[in-house]
């Protein structure tokens, strides 16, 4: 079996040594250590076996000559073999190279002598004759820079005898006119990516290098290398010097034969994942990159095509070797060139990439920068841990310094709701404003100080109205925060009365947050279903908690802990609607989300625990409902929580009231079950019409029924549905549509 071993020297250039005798030249390199089948591409090649043109190439490292040797150990054909070196740069000697090779291994029966023309036209008639069809392999052919010598091989090209091929191995794109021969059909190509190890083949190079690894430890050397078999085998060597010996190994192979300038870029744009000419022109503030780029991806470099047309990206081993050169090379412009790349990038919108570089560069200014001008997409938008990544490189210290980072750092810890810890951060971030010799920047992280303490509200209701009607007035328009100003003043003015201003803000903030912050437009619903609840509309206030939870769900929030109110404003409408399933889902999440909250702003707490404790009640719990209403009435004791909180609460306690006279002193405890029979009791279905819509028999029904009858202190049907409305458990006025019922 032939093999993908430590991977062979390579000459470097300069005056080439002096040429090489023949028989070595046409018998394939010799293995080196243990081998490794590459079965796949050998199929594929042999699959070939009606195509005139195999073209192998890819860098130094991938096992071209290697595949090549295992190809002619499977396949039925005889092979000839040649390594190219530089004296066939000369068409005469490449033509001499070729008959001898193809003579020697009994693939034509006569050679030619004569000069020029002649020999080559003799050549081709010889190869024509052939008995019988062969392959003749040409290894090294980025050694042939000559366009007369490439003119041969494609001459060969079409004039070998049908069922023969001509296999090409280079390190280069070879300029021969291979889109001609590919609209023919007449060629068969395998690049990086196809000789790039798959994960069986890796193990088996690991195990060839006298190492051992696990399959999780295969996968990371598998991603480090993207498949490269000589990077992979150095790595695996040892894992103490395994990096080491492939940046020797690339300074060895692979940068000898790039110009210095050439090296010196490569290094520089290594700190990018992609490479485009815009962007190497960009951060190196040069121009010509997309030439220079395309040179490169034609050479003895892992550089690869990315996504569009003229987009790169250089293998990660290789890219990982230049940014070491680079960090050890020029420190200093390392980080420069991060910073550069990081404000090309925030230009064009690219955040994530942008912010990358910044953290990068260590720039604590220009990833607070570049973060708070966009922190809202992401903690409002579900990807706050993103934020969390960034902010993890940087000490508190380093954070505290920078207003505009301390900002993003509150916001990222009011998304994990955790008002206590966005406090602190904006605090910090209110020590550092700058001053009015900054006018470019006070107006924003003024903005901000002031919308992050109306959210964490700790002021009272009043204030946080004026502080996000202050904040609104600082941001301009189009900017993500406007959303949450325009969600905080509709509140206030909600809890203080003015239902009219608080629709038309919300109405804003829903429109406004729909565009650039989900989870905002989604509190701007649940605040609007709310304003429809004190004002009676059930139907309405339903519509607007469900737009709400759609708009969470759709963007991923639903672990989102600032959505307890939602799902507990929506579960209150789905236990009124006597949907007992649903609500008592909602309640759950609802009870999840608040175990994530700390210190939440005291109308929000005493919003979600008010819904809650209605939910609760209608589902029959009320020692749940009590316990609920006795925290929310701490809540809006204080003087900060509005008159139209306190008269909800007054409403809520009411019905739990009546509902405990009703219940004779004692609990409900109604089951789930019960509860869903509950709501079919006031309509004129009988019991076994109750037990078929219910998918029970008649018996369940009958002893739910007398249950209900107990718990609810009630003799007779009638009874129980008359006390069941007393307490509100049940609609008072027309029987529940069958749609509506669990």
């Not at 949450?484 to 629709?503: E, T």
């Not at 309509?683 to 037990?691: E, G, N, R, V």
Request: hydrophobic residues 45%; aromatic residues 4%; proline residues 5%.
């Amino acid at each position: 079996m032939a093999a993908v071993a430590a991977p062979a020297r390579v000459r470097t250039r300069g005056v080439g040594p002096r040429p090489a005798p023949l028989e070595a030249r046409r018998r394939p390199p010799l293995p080196r250590g243990r081998m490794v089948a590459r079965t796949r591409l050998v199929r594929r090649l042999q699959g070939a076996a009606d195509v005139p043109l195999v073209l192998v190439v890819a860098p130094a490292g991938f096992g071209k000559s290697t595949l090549l040797a295992q190809w002619a150990d499977h396949d039925s054909r005889p092979f000839a073999w040649l390594t190219l070196e530089q004296n066939d740069n000369d068409p005469l000697q490449l033509l001499s190279s070729i008959a001898a090779v193809l003579h020697a291994s009994g693939l034509i029966t006569r050679r030619r002598s004569g000069t020029g023309r002649a020999t080559g036209d003799a050549l081709l008639r010889s190869i024509e004759s052939a008995k019988k069809p062969f392959v003749l392999v040409l290894d090294d052919l980025q050694t042939l820079v000559s366009e007369r010598s490439l003119d041969v091989l494609t001459a060969v090209v079409e004039h070998l005898p049908c069922g023969s091929s001509l296999g090409l191995a280079s390190r280069n794109a070879p300029t021969m006119p291979v889109g001609r021969l590919r609209a023919r059909r007449m060629v068969t190509e395998l690049r990086s990516a196809d000789l790039a190890m798959a994960p069986s083949e890796a193990a088996a190079l690991i195990a060839a290098a006298g190492a051992t690894a696990s399959r999780d430890e295969v996968a990371e050397l598998l991603l480090r290398t993207e498949g490269w078999p000589a990077a992979l085998y150095l790595a695996a060597l040892e894992s103490s010097d395994g990096d080491q010996a492939v940046r020797e190994y690339v300074r060895d192979e692979i940068l000898p034969s790039l110009e210095p300038d050439e090296v010196a870029f490569l290094r520089r744009v290594s700190v990018l994942k992609r490479l485009s000419a815009p962007v190497c022109d960009g951060i190196l503030r040069r121009t010509g990159s997309a030439r220079l780029l395309a040179d490169l991806a034609r050479s003895n470099v892992p550089l690869f095509t990315a996504g569009g047309s003229g987009c790169y990206r250089l293998n990660a081993a290789m890219a990982g070797v230049l940014r070491a050169e680079l960090v050890l090379a020029e420190p200093e412009f390392e980080r420069e060139l991060h910073r550069r790349a990081a404000a090309w990038f925030a230009a064009r919108g690219d955040v994530d990439t942008a912010a990358d570089h910044a953290v990068e560069a260590h720039d604590a200014e220009l990833t607070g920068s570049i973060l708070w001008a966009n922190v809202m997409r992401y903690v409002a938008y579900g990807r706050n841990s993103a934020i969390r990544g960034w902010l993890k490189e940087f000490s508190d210290e380093e954070v505290a310094a920078h207003p505009a980072l301390a900002l993003v750092a509150a916001c990222s810890w009011l998304g994990r709701g955790d008002c206590d810890q966005a406090e602190h951060w904006t605090s910090l971030a209110a020590l550092g404003l700058p001053g009015p010799d900054q006018p470019d920047l006070a107006p924003s992280l003024e903005a901000g100080v002031t919308i992050m303490r109306a959210t964490i509200g700790t002021e009272g209701i009043t204030r946080m109205g004026d502080q996000a009607q202050r904040a609104y007035e600082l941001f301009p328009d189009g900017h993500p925060w406007l959303a949450g100003c325009c969600l905080l003043q509709g509140v206030a003015s909600h809890l203080l009365g003015r239902p009219a201003f608080a629709r038309a803000r919300l109405e804003e903030g829903a429109r406004r947050g729909a565009v650039s912050a989900p989870s905002t437009q989604a509190l701007c619903l649940v605040q609007l279903a709310l304003l429809a609840l004190d004002g009676g509309d059930w139907a309405e206030a339903e519509t607007l908690v469900g737009r709400a939870r759609a708009q969470i769900e759709r963007f991923g929030l639903t672990g989102y802990p600032g959505a307890a109110l939602i799902y507990s404003v929506s579960a209150t409408a789905h236990a009124h609607a006597g949907r007992v399933d649903q609500a008592t889902i909602d309640l759950r999440q609802a009870d999840v989300l608040c175990e994530r909250l700390r210190d939440p702003a005291p109308w929000y707490e005493a919003q979600v625990k008010i819904a809650q404790a209605q939910a609760a009640l209608r589902l029959g719990d009320m020692v749940q409902a009590n316990d609920l209403l006795t925290s929310a009435a701490r809540l809006v004791g204080r003087e900060t929580a509005g008159a139209v909180l306190a008269e909800r609460l007054k409403r809520v306690r009411a019905a739990a009231s009546m509902a405990q006279e009703c219940a004779a002193g004692g609990s409900w405890s109604l089951t789930t079950a019960e509860l869903r029979l509950l709501q079919l009791l006031p309509t004129h279905l009988s019991f076994p019409q109750i037990a078929s819509r219910l998918n029970v028999s008649a018996n369940t029904v009958k002893t739910h029924a007398r249950a209900v009858y107990r718990k609810l202190d009630s003799s007779s049907r009638a009874e129980a549905v008359a006390h069941a409305r007393a307490a509100g458990l049940v609609e008072a006025a027309a029987p529940l549509s069958p749609a509506a019922v669990g």
